[in-house]
């Protein structure tokens, strides 16, 4: 069964410190993986896409990393602002379209003054 | 630029109501259309997608229907509102292209009482 696992499920950090989310998923075929933001009552935007070829892609203090072989991604977060504070969804397609995403129920995080 | 509008951004209805659900989009051309909903705790489940206009395909046999009657519109119905209805609806669009990312309104928060 395709799935996508991320941990934890909620995350406090204080401002300025550096975080770590993570993404495990038993999804086949890949096609890609991508990281969203969802602020509370928004929807999700988007911060990084990564192909099978890629392990590691960076959107400003956001760093997402890929290992295809053990099926596990993580999305790293810089120096912290109060603005992270957010959910962050992992989302991972198969090799028939983007009709095909399996979500994760995303990380909680919240990052306090 | 391209933008989603989706509206309304919340929404009380009682059961057996009738629901319609409006999304446009601008700034681009013929892109695939999308309705998801998001329960709490749990990932986005899609209901419908649209690669054109009056071509609609469902994901969850349900009580709710899309359409698509112009390139840019997308709208989501029901004939009777049913209390598990409730939940938080996102319209989102992507172009037609592997790996090209969805693009999601700010939602419609319905809830059916």
């Not at chain 1, 070829?53 to 993580?74: H, I, M, P, V, W």
């Not at chain 2, 989009?25 to 749990?42: D, H, I, K």
Request: glycine share 8%; proline share 5%.
């Amino acid at each position: 069964k395709n799935q996508v696992e991320q941990s934890p499920q909620s995350l406090i950090i204080l401002e300025g410190k550096n975080c770590t989310l993570q993404c495990n998923y038993t999804v086949s075929p890949f096609s890609n993986l991508r990281w969203y933001k969802q602020d509370t009552g928004r929807g999700p935007v988007s911060l990084t896409i990564m192909t099978f070829s890629e392990n590691t892609k960076s959107n400003g203090r956001y760093t997402a990393t890929l290992d295809a072989d053990t099926k596990q991604s993580s999305l790293h977060i810089t120096a912290s602002q109060l603005s992270d504070s957010a959910s962050y969804i992992c989302v991972v397609s198969t090799a028939y379209g983007t009709d095909k995403l399996i979500f994760g129920t995303g990380t909680r995080l919240q990052v306090f003054p | 630029s391209q933008t989603i509008h989706q509206w309304p951004a919340t929404l009380v209805q009682p059961v057996g109501s009738p629901l319609s659900l409006e999304c446009t989009v601008e700034g681009t051309s013929n892109p695939n259309l999308y309705w998801y909903r998001q329960a709490a705790g749990r990932g986005l489940q899609l209901l419908f997608y649209s690669v054109g206009i009056g071509q609609i395909s469902s994901e969850v046999p349900q009580n709710l229907s899309a359409s698509r009657p112009q390139d840019r519109q997308f709208i989501l119905s029901s004939k009777k509102l049913l209390l598990s209805d409730s939940g938080f609806y996102l319209c989102a669009w992507s172009v037609s292209r592997e790996s090209s990312p969805l693009h999601f309104g700010n939602g419609t928060r319905l809830t059916v009482t």
